[in-house]
Structures are given as structure tokens and as C-alpha cells.
């Protein structure tokens, strides 16, 4: 007996992948779910989902796992000074976040997935199997091959389907590392810290303290190396120093023993520039795609939007779901990261730029003036923001970024991939088998 082909082999049950396994069984298709976890597994993060993550749980109708709301959060600045940003309700989207554990979080979306009739499947996509130049699955490390129509590239920062599928201008990515702990410890307001190690050279990334379910904390902090992987191990010796900055500041009553209890660290891809979303039958989402907000790490939400699209753009019928994907993410997430991808580049190495800005944001009246905008930048959320003083003091700071990045080099690179005549086109070849998801090209 020959093996089974789905119509949609995702690889990766994160956010992204159960999102768009859900979307997709629900209207029908036959979709295998493949992740090398067993679940319910663990994930470095900071365990909050945004509101634009939160609404797409309501639009899709899952309900929202067991976990904290959150609203306002602190940023204290590299002389501790303190500013408040608020957390207001959009016009799309709810005035909260939440901070679920990723351990909950992750098994309850892939569980809606299977309940909705995504297959699972158990294991690690290894080598790719292509069907003349169209990647048409992965044979797995454990046996067996999983062959479909669409392969949807879940599986997060380090994509093995990226890499297969040539989606991937390495020198170009923004890289990050972040590593977090579990901490006993009351927090009654999220807290983001911009950090100088010594006067005056900003720490190129942010630490933070959040609220987590049963009364204690996630401690952790997050570093940009932009092309260079090696560097994510900054993050990780930075975090003993980061705790006792945090006790300094009275946000953290006593250095925690060693060694920290539950420390898991990760990669981000940022700002999406580097990483091509999608070609022929291969369509990248979450972090696959780069997907992360490049100024505070944020990915959740981006996940579960791109998984929705993802799987949208193939139910609308198998040709063109690539070119339809892309120009879905064009209008959604470009016009931020592109802004952001081209910031982030030009201040990670530049620590004194780094402070200056932090000092800037948090100083007494201009931190003040500018938090309500500040909280709906820099957590990528003008788009749907409600009428007002902070959406227009958001809307002036996107204005002031595209002017100051439009030459950059993230700019172009983004224009190059998005925008030139060629940008769309499916580089791999149609398989041979017609899709049963679309009218296809008829
Ligand atoms: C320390 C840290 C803190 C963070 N804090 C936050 C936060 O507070 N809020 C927020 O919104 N974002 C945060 N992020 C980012 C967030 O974690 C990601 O953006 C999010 O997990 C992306 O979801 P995803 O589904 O794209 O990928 P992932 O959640 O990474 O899921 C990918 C899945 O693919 C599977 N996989 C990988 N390779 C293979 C393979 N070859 N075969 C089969 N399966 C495979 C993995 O097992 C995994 O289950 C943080 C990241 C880090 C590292």
C-alpha cells in the first residue's frame, strides 16, 4: 500500500502550525499535523499573546486557555526612570494581553487542531522529498514519508523547511537569542527594563519581568546579533547580571540560587527580512517567516495571524495561494517590520545610540508625553487603534520611521522580494497531482 498524501502537510505545532492546521481541517482539508515534541511540551518565551493574538482566538472561536490578563506594563529606562504604557482597547482588537505558559497554550491550540480533524503526526521532517522541483514533503528522522499538495513551514526561527526550500538569504536575517526562568515572585505590573551594563553603553536588548500563573514570575532577557548566531550566547551570560539589576531596581526581591530554576532560552528571527514567505507550494509562517516584532520580540500573535492567512490563501484555491499569501503579509505585517527591521539593524550595534534612545523614551515629560503612542508602536498595533491622541502620536511615529528607513538596506531588500515585478512568482515547479482544496487552474 502506497502511503498516505494529504492535501497540507504542516510541519510545526506552535502557534503558527496549529492555527493554520485548525483553519484549514475545518473546511475540510486532509492536513497532517507534524511536530518532533511530544506534547504537551515546554517553550523558552515570556508567555504573553497580544491582543491582535487574542483576537484571533475570539474570531476563530477557540477559547482562551486558563492564564493572567494583563494590561498597562512598565518600561524603566537606563536610569530607572519609569513610564507607564497603557493598554488600551482597539476598534479590532480587545485592550488586554495574557500571559499563558506556552505548555498550555501550545497543547490547547494543537488540540482544537485535532479536534477539528488535523491528523497528528510524531516526529522530525528530515529529508525533503521533492516532486521535480516542487518540495512535496520531508521523510521522517523516525521512518516514513509525509507527502501533500502544500507544505505550510511551521516549525519555527531555525526553519528546516525554510532551508530546504531556499526561502532563506541568510547574511540578511535579523537574529536574537532570549533565555527566561520561572521565579517566586509577586509582580504587579509587567515590567520591560532597557539596560545599560556600563554608563552609557545600552544593552542591545531588553529584559523583562512578567506576571505568570500562580503568583511568580518570568525573569528573562533578550539580545539582537543580527546575522551573527554566535553572539546569542550573550543573552544567556548576561542574565545573572540582568537579575541583579532587577533586585537594584526593587522589581526583584533576592537573587535567585543557582542554578535558575526552569532556564530555557531560544531563537528569534526578526523583522522578517531575510526570509522569502512563501514559493510555489511552500508557504512559511510565525517564526519560520521571520514574523517576530523586532523591537520588543513579540511572535505569538504574529503566528497565529500568518497561520490564518497561510491556510486562507490555500483554501482560496490551489494556484496563486503563494503570490496570495505574500501580498496578505504586504498589507498586514510589512509596513511595521519594515520600519522596525531597518531601526532594529542600524541600533544593535550601536550601544551608545541604544542608551540614548532608552534615556530619551523614559525621561520625565517626553516619556509621558509620548507613552499611549509609544504602547501602540512599538507593540505593532496601530492598525485597528481606536481614534485619539496616542493613535496619532502612533500614526506620526510610522510616518517619522518610513521616512528615516526608506533607504536602508532592510528597506530594499524588502522592496526587491515584495515589490519587484518578479516578487510574486512561484519559483517552484506545480506537482503533477491536482489539489482537491481549490478549482485549481482548471
Ligand atoms: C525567550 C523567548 C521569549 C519570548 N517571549 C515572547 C512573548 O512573551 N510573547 C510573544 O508573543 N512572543 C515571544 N517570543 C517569541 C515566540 O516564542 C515565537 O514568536 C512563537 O513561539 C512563534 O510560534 P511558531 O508557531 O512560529 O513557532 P514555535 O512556537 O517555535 O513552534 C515551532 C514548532 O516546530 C517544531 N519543529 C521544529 N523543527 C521541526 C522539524 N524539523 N520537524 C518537526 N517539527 C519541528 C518544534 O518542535 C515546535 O513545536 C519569545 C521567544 C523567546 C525565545
Redesign the pocket.
Known amino acids: 500500500m502506497s502511503p498516505r498524501r494529504f492535501d497540507v502537510l504542516v ?7 496549529s492555527i493554520a492546521a485548525l483553519v484549514l481541517a475545518r473546511a475540510g482539508a486532509d492536513v497532517a499535523l ?4 511530544r506534547f504537551p ?1 515546554d ?8 491582543p491582535k ?1 487574542l483576537q484571533v482566538l475570539a474570531d476563530l472561536g477557540v477559547s482562551e486557555p486558563p492564564g493572567i490578563d494583563v494590561g498597562d506594563m512598565m518600561v524603566v529606562g537606563p536610569t530607572g526612570r519609569r513610564v507607564v504604557l497603557p493598554c488600551y482597547d482597539g476598534i479590532t482588537y480587545p485592550g488586554r494581553a495574557r500571559a499563558v505558559t ?1 505548555t498550555v497554550l ?1 497543547d490547547a491550540l494543537r488540540t482544537a487542531a485535532l479536534e477539528a480533524g488535523a491528523i497528528a503526526v510524531e ?4 529529508l525533503p522529498l521533492w516532486s521535480g522541483t516542487t518540495l512535496e514533503g520531508f521523510a521522517l528522522g523516525s521512518g516514513g514519508d509525509l507527502r501533500a499538495d502544500f507544505v505550510i513551514g ?4 531555525t ?2 523547511v525554510a532551508q530546504s526550500a531556499g526561502l532563506v538569504d541568510g547574511p540578511k536575517v535579523l537574529w536574537g537569542f ?3 526562568c520561572y521565579l517566586e515572585q509577586r509582580v504587579e505590573l509587567p515590567a520591560i527594563t532597557l539596560w545599560e551594563q556600563t554608563r552609557w553603553h545600552g544593552f542591545a536588548g531588553y529584559g523583562w519581568i ?1 506576571p505568570s500563573q500562580g503568583g511568580g514570575a518570568n525573569v ?1 532577557v ?1 539580545i539582537g546579533t543580527l546575522a551573527d548566531r554566535q553572539a546569542g550566547a550573550g543573552a544567556v551570560r548576561a542574565l545573572p547580571a540582568y537579575l541583579d539589576h532587577l533586585v537594584g531596581l526593587g522589581l526583584l526581591d533576592r537573587v535567585p540560587s543557582l542554578p535558575l530554576p526552569r532556564r ?5 528571527k526578526m523583522g522578517m527580512v531575510g526570509t522569502s514567505p512563501a514559493s510555489g507550494r511552500v508557504l512559511l ?4 517567516a521571520g514574523l ?1 516584532n523586532p523591537l520588543q ?7 497565529m495571524t500568518s497561520g490564518r492567512a497561510a491556510a486562507e490563501a490555500i483554501l482560496g484555491s490551489a494556484e496563486g495561494a503563494a503570490a496570495r499569501y505574500r501580498h496578505d503579509l504586504a498589507r498586514t505585517h510589512l509596513p511595521y517590520q519594515r520600519i522596525t527591521a531597518a531601526g532594529h539593524a542600524a541600533l544593535v550595534a550601536r550601544p551608545r545610540a541604544i542608551s540614548a534612545a532608552g534615556r530619551l523614551l523614559t525621561a520625565p515629560v517626553v516619556g509621558h508625553a509620548l507613552a499611549g503612542g509609544w504602547g501602540i508602536f512599538w507593540n505593532e498595533l496601530l492598525d485597528g487603534a481606536a481614534p485619539g491622541g496616542a493613535r496619532r502620536v502612533a500614526t506620526a511615529s510610522t510616518w517619522l520611521g518610513r521616512a528615516v528607513t526608506v533607504g536602508s538596506g532592510a528597506s530594499r531588500w524588502f522592496t526587491h522580494t515584495f515589490e519587484s515585478p518578479w516578487a510574486g512568482a512561484d519559483r517552484a515547479v506545480v506537482g503533477p497531482r491536482a489539489s482537491t482544496l481549490g478549482p485549481g487552474p482548471g
Open positions: 510541519v510545526g505545532a506552535g502557534p503558527a502550525g507534524l511536530d518532533k515534541a511540551r517553550k523558552a518565551c515570556g508567555d504573553f499573546i497580544g493574538g506556552r501550545d516526529g522530525r521532517a528530515d511551521a516549525d519555527g526561527a526553519s528546516h532570549a533565555v527566561r512578567f528573562g533578550g530555557l532560552g531560544g531563537w528569534l509562517v510565525g517564526d519560520a517576530v520580540g513579540e511572535g505569538i500573535a504574529q503566528a
